[in-house]
């Protein structure tokens, strides 16, 4: 069997260059996510709070962690200053108040927009209409605080290529609307962030930047 390492450097080799690649460590100790790092690897996405928190702490200090999942608004306070990047920002309420928590300790906050546009009713995020909404009407000239970088999104969990295909052309083309919509006053909007180990080549194809990729580096999760 191969190695973390190996794995890491097949994946970054095949990527093409301007994808960035968040290693998805959730459910895997420690050791695992220092091999990849003593391997290169200096961005991270974790999923939960406390395990988030727990191996901030423990882990060096240049890892960028991305924060990927569903992300409850008591919980806000805890994480911020100590994320590179929340990428599952799925509700204005919950917008909001990373804005409100990262200005109260003066500092902004890096963020992307959650889609949804998959079949699964459990996927958190906000509905294509909902957020072009958001942007045509500018309301992102509330935020004080936070400073929006993009759009993530995942396609179905589905075996039908077309589907996944179709899906990540969606999000695609609301990042695109976005762009098209605010021009240069929402600047350093430049990320989509789609594509998993199972569907990353496809979403690289579609236009996806930045991948997460979990169980094709570290292993089967075991939770
Ligand atoms: C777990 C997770 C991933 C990684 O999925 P793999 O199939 O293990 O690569 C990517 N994105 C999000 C939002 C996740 O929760």
């Not at 794995?7 to 994808?19: A, C």
Request: glycine share 8%; hydrophobic share 40%; proline share 2%.
């Amino acid at each position: 069997m191969s190695s973390i390492a190996e794995r890491l450097h097949e994946i970054k080799s095949e990527i093409p260059q301007g994808v960035n690649l968040v290693a998805v460590s959730k459910f895997h100790p420690n050791e695992a996510l220092m091999e990849a790092y003593n391997a290169g690897q200096r961005i991270f996405g974790e999923s939960r709070v406390q395990e988030f928190l727990l191996k901030e702490e423990s882990l060096p200090k240049d890892i960028r962690w991305h924060f990927i999942g569903h992300l409850q608004t008591n919980k806000v306070r805890k994480i911020i200053g100590r994320t590179a990047l929340i990428e599952s920002v799925d509700s204005m309420h919950l917008l909001n108040c990373i804005d409100e928590e990262s200005a109260r300790i003066g500092l902004v906050t890096a963020v992307l927009m959650q889609v949804h546009v998959a079949r699964e009713e459990t996927k958190f995020g906000f509905s294509p209409d909902e957020l072009i909404t958001y942007f045509k009407e500018k309301r992102f000239r509330d935020l004080n605080a936070t400073h929006i970088c993009g759009i993530m999104g995942m396609a179905s969990n589905s075996d039908d290529l077309q589907l996944v295909k179709s899906d990540f052309e969606k999000i695609h083309e609301i990042f695109e609307k976005v762009k098209n919509i605010c021009g240069d006053e929402l600047a350093g909007f430049d990320t989509l962030s789609m594509g998993m180990s199972g569907d990353w080549p496809l979403a690289v194809a579609k236009g996806s930047n930045l991948i997460r990729i979990g169980t094709y580096i570290f292993g089967e999760r075991v939770y």
